[in-house]
């Protein structure tokens, strides 16, 4: 945990920056009440103070049990996060094109085929039901309005 | 007797066939899903929040506290039959009720729970009836600089109560905070944060917030395994615990209510503490306390009483100040705003017929749940025995769709997908999530409150210690800062010697 709380200390540190830079972009105080800036400058200057502390904490204190666990998953484990987060990045993109029941049919028919070692018909009939199921629900039934794809739905 | 002639009208507009539809949906569904190893009632709720876009305040706050008492209970089926809590709050019951179904003792423990919890949820509600109005009343007194002081003091107890790690859960409050800066602010109307992003100008939607930390980052960790869970059988006829075994456990289940109670009013403390407790008192209390841990009646009573009556005592302040006690009624305010309601004091002035109804409905949500999970125990145990590989693409569907429906565009799904790879690695490296959500909620109301504050003073700053409530407020904050403060040095100092003799 020392290694994910030193990355964690360096991103707090980051962030603290930016906000810092981007408070200096606004009056920091009006007449009476404090400005746009005023708020984002103290977040800038807590998140480096906290930042200082738990970065100072990881090279003061003893490794316990919890810092030798490694904050990235095994390789397979990393390979699987990484699958579904690019399926789910693809569904953000290609929903536009496809519209709703096409990409949801290909997210679920593709995950259970690639990372779950489902047989082709299989997944793809299990997309197809995910795909009516969720669009008779909330298109149907809670008149939601997903894009369209070139097919028409 | 205005409280009860209010409650009566509650009961009057949630005893409609569609309320009591939408609760018994919510108990159903918040324990089909709280029972999935891994999600608790946090993660539970944001998933189902889209389920409710679209229905008037009333059904869909229903349904969301139904949710949250379903998921309660659902986690602690999957701790007894799988020895997986859902979240923290379940440890105690994965304990000693996984020892119980381990014994053969599976429906005795569940049924206990079951009981325990519903005798636990009637009389926290009854408590949260009691307790929140006469509370929203005195917060009526509440200026601008009480309400800043009360949300420092809220925030500050969360953390320091709730956090494993002060400098973790305080960094994750502090990045929450710096996320409500986004939008357009209240002072000058000037776009902030937003780079031209049309998207931002409202500022960062609290859904996609929740269901990127709690519902995908959840999920991705979940997944990132073949989950397979063999959960002990359960036979519907050894559900009922003997009356015996009820009277048995009839002390721990009351002493578990009323601790409950009290620790969930805490801002910070919540169910996990509660349990705790409980668990605490009732080993101490008990004849034998050398055989808890080997599954205990008691031990599984007192705890489940104990966390479902801090469910109801942690929406005391969420109804009554607007001030969330914990990341699940943090979900639950969020779902408020969404709805249209403004959180806080003014809600039982302005929509007092929703907040009763709200409140009633939790006594026949209780009645729901416990009809219906005494006999569904087995059925719902039989949801573990489905792969996870077949559940998790539906919770991510669900997610995208809710983050969807905010603005019918993808700029949110998108938004989503990036606080999702954010939760996961938080998760990960074991900073909460709970403290963003809070202060990303808050944040915005604390600002607020400082510059109505401020102006009303004429930017004096002593408004907040020269007012008697906010000064009050201000104190506890600090006190509890100082307590804090030493403990670390203390520890520090204790680490230090470590090192020295190593």
């Known amino acids: 945990m020392k290694k994910a709380d030193r990355i964690f200390g360096v991103i707090g540190l980051g962030l603290s920056l930016w906000f810092y830079l981007e408070s200096t972009k606004f009056n920091y105080m009006t007449e009476f009440t404090p400005g746009p800036g005023f708020f984002p400058f103290w977040v800038g200057v807590i998140l480096a103070i906290l930042s200082c502390w738990l970065l100072f904490d990881?090279?003061?204190?003893?490794p316990s049990e919890a810092d030798v666990m490694k904050i990235l998953p095994e390789k397979n484990a990393?390979?699987?996060v990484t699958f579904i987060f690019l399926m789910l990045f693809g569904v953000r993109m290609l929903m536009p094109y496809l519209g709703f029941p096409v990409t949801v049919c290909l997210f679920v028919a593709g995950i259970l085929f690639s990372l779950e070692r489902y047989g082709i018909f299989k997944s793809i009939g299990y997309g197809i039901a995910y795909a009516a199921v969720t669009w008779v629900i909330f298109g149907h039934f809670m008149e939601m309005n997903f894009p369209k794809g070139f097919l028409g739905i | 007797m205005e409280i009860l002639n209010g409650l009566m009208g509650g009961f009057a507009t949630?005893?409609?066939?569609?309320?009591?539809?939408?609760?018994?949906?919510?108990?159903?569904?918040?324990?089909?899903?709280?029972?999935?190893?891994?999600?608790?009632?946090s993660a539970t709720m944001a998933i189902l929040i889209p389920i409710t876009f679209g229905m008037n305040a009333t059904p869909a706050m229903i349904m969301m506290c139904a949710v949250y008492y379903?998921?309660?209970?659902?986690?602690?089926?999957?701790?007894?039959?799988?020895?997986?809590?859902?979240?923290?709050?379940?440890?105690?019951?994965?304990?000693?009720?996984?020892?119980?179904?381990k014994k053969g003792k599976a429906g005795t423990a569940l049924g206990l729970s079951a009981i325990g919890s519903f005798i636990a949820g009637?009389?926290?509600?009854?408590?949260?009836?009691?307790?929140?109005v006469p509370l929203a009343d005195f917060s009526l007194k509440f200026g601008p600089a009480e309400f800043f002081s009360l949300i420092v003091m809220g925030m500050l107890t969360i953390i320091f109560v709730g956090g494993k790690s002060i400098p973790k859960s305080l960094m994750s409050a502090v990045i929450g905070l710096g996320l409500g800066c986004v939008g357009t602010d209240i002072v000058e109307g000037k776009d902030r944060f937003t780079y031209g992003i049309a998207e931002l100008l409202d500022g960062i939607d609290f859904v996609v917030l929740v269901m990127g930390t709690f519902g995908i980052g959840e999920v991705l960790v979940s997944a990132e395994e073949f989950m397979k869970v063999e959960p002990i059988k359960v036979k519907f006829r050894e559900l009922f615990p003997s009356?015996?075994?009820i009277l048995q456990c009839r002390w721990a289940i009351l002493r578990g209510t009323g601790i409950g109670f009290i620790i969930g009013i805490l801002p910070g403390a919540g169910p996990t503490i509660a349990s705790f407790v409980s668990y605490g008192i009732e080993k101490t209390v008990h004849k034998h306390p050398e055989t808890f841990g080997t599954g205990v009646l008691e031990g599984v009573a007192g705890p489940e009483s104990s966390n479902n009556a801090a469910t109801s005592g942690a929406m005391v302040p969420m109804f009554a100040l607007g001030i969330p006690g914990s990341g699940a009624t943090a979900v639950m305010l969020g779902a408020l705003i969404l709805y249209g309601l403004k959180p806080g004091p003014m809600l039982f002035v302005e929509n007092a017929d929703f907040v009763y109804a709200v409140m009633a409905s939790m006594f026949i949500g209780n009645i729901i749940l416990i009809i219906m999970n005494l006999p569904l125990v087995p059925l719902f145990a039989s949801i573990l025995r489905i792969s996870y590989a077949l559940i998790y693409p539906a919770i991510l569907i669900i997610c995208v769709i809710g983050a969807y429906a905010i603005s019918t565009g993808l700029f949110d799904v998108g938004l989503m997908l990036m606080f999702g790879v954010a939760g996961y690695f938080m998760k990960k490296a074991d900073i909460p999530p709970a403290p963003m959500l809070l202060a990303l909620l808050l944040g915005p109301m604390m600002e607020r409150s400082l510059y109505q504050a401020l102006n009303l003073s004429y930017g004096s700053m002593l408004t907040f210690v020269t007012r008697p409530i906010s000064a009050t407020l201000l104190a506890i904050s600090v006190l509890m800062s100082i307590a804090v403060g030493f403990k670390s040095v203390r520890r520090a100092r204790a680490l230090v010697k470590e090192d020295d003799k190593a």
């Open chain 1, 58 to 62: 990881t090279f003061r204190r003893l």
């Open chain 1, 78 to 80: 990393l390979y699987r």
């Open chain 2, 14 to 41: 949630c005893i409609t066939p569609y309320n009591i539809l939408m609760s018994f949906i919510g108990c159903l569904l918040g324990t089909m899903i709280g029972i999935l190893p891994g999600l608790g009632p």
């Open chain 2, 70 to 101: 379903g998921a309660m209970y659902g986690g602690s089926t999957t701790s007894i039959l799988v020895n997986v809590p859902g979240e923290s709050s379940s440890v105690i019951t994965a304990i000693e009720g996984h020892q119980l179904a």
């Open chain 2, 122 to 132: 009637i009389l926290g509600t009854i408590g949260l009836v009691a307790a929140a």
């Open chain 2, 243 to 245: 009356l015996k075994e």
